[in-house]
Nanobody
Framework: QVQLVESGGGLVPAGGSLRLSCAAS????????MGWFRQSPGKEREFVAR????????WYTDSVKGRFTISRENSKKTVYLQMNSLKPEDTAVYSCAASPAVTTAPYQYDYWGQGTQVTVSS
């Protein structure tokens, strides 16, 4: 049974930082690309960042470039999202997901975590 469990969310003031973690089990983690997505009330799920299975390649949506960093430790089956200079518009539920494909499309991700709430106060 595949499980992805996020942690690290919380309430921070604008300009603050958070580090999200996503621990995986039940899958060959090192063969999957990993992504972070977010969804806020009334909005569609949005791609945030992804990292290749090797950790060599990363992609970001324009709104987080220069502020967020995705990384992974295959030995720990964990992917991270370091979020700096947070803005109120970053407020959302953040979820990690696993995909065998090179993609930013949510429907091509096979496995999803439950999500962790990030709230940025102004």
């Amino acid at each position: 049974q595949v499980q992805l469990v996020e942690s690290g969310g919380g309430l921070v003031p604008a300009g603050g930082s958070l580090r999200l973690s996503c621990a995986a089990s039940g899958l060959t983690f090192s063969t999957y690309d990993m992504g972070w997505f977010r969804q806020s009330p009334g909005k569609e799920r949005e791609f945030v960042a992804r990292i290749s299975w090797s950790g060599i390649s990363t992609w970001y949506t324009d709104s987080v470039k220069g502020r967020f960093t995705i990384s992974r430790e295959n030995s720990k089956k964990t992917v991270y999202l370091q979020m700096n200079s947070l803005k109120p518009e970053d407020t959302a539920v953040y979820s990690c997901a696993a995909s065998p494909a090179v993609t930013t499309a949510p429907y091509q991700y096979d496995y999803w975590g439950q999500g962790t709430q990030v709230t940025v106060s102004s």
